[in-house]
């Protein structure tokens, strides 16, 4: 940290520069992934770059913190996620840094001119608070939010269509999120 969100950033950055308009672009990621979307939003906006056309964050990590409730509550039910694992993961990416930086914890930041955005959550897993908390901020500074909690999912259970019927849903409805908001590009 912070060298994945310079990183995405300058990729986004790069995407434009070619001539690739913001309304064609939209960013995706699963679990920290999740969470590297809204923060590298934060951080496009905050350089003064336009707005993809949306974001979809499946399973994210937004409080690399691990504040939420659910982190605690739902230690022991989570299949894929540890406490232990999380907090590894979150010490080998912070290497020392703020745990509360905006841009490590989205959920710390102000999600005001952020574009639309897609929340895809199991409600079994740690990081569920996560989503929930980030839905309700996004939606009182004004940004269109969808947040789906999926009963009796595990973490990132989009990974798995061919062995989890909910993720081909899933991943089908993230799809019609962002194409009705993404403009075609020209053919």
């Known amino acids: 940290f912070p060298a994945a969100v310079e990183d995405t950033t300058a990729a986004y950055r790069a995407v434009l520069d070619s001539g690739t308009p913001a309304s ?28 993809p056309a949306a974001g979809y964050g499946l399973s994210p990590w937004l409080d690399i913190a691990c504040e939420g409730q659910s982190f605690t509550e739902l230690a022991a039910v989570d299949p894929l996620m ?38 895809q959550v199991g409600a079994t897993e740690m990081f569920l608070d996560d989503s929930i908390r980030a839905a309700r901020k996004a ?9 789906q909690i ?16 909910e993720a081909v849903t899933a991943l089908e409805s993230g799809g019609d999120f962002l194409r009705k908001r993404m403009t075609p590009a020209s053919r």
């Open 24 to 51: 064609h672009v939209a960013f995706a990621g699963d679990s920290a992934g999740g969470g590297l979307v809204v923060a590298t939003m934060l951080s496009a906006r905050d350089a003064g770059l336009p707005m």
């Open 139 to 147: 939606a009182l500074a004004g940004v269109h939010v969808e947040l």
């Open 82 to 119: 540890t406490a232990e694992g999380a907090l590894g993961c979150q010490a080998a990416y912070l290497q020392g840094g703020d745990a509360h930086h905006p841009l490590a914890s989205p959920l710390q930041a102000d999600f005001a001119g952020l574009p639309p955005l897609m929340l």
């Open 150 to 165: 999926w009963p009796d999912m595990p973490h990132v259970w989009q990974l798995w269509p061919s062995f989890i019927p």
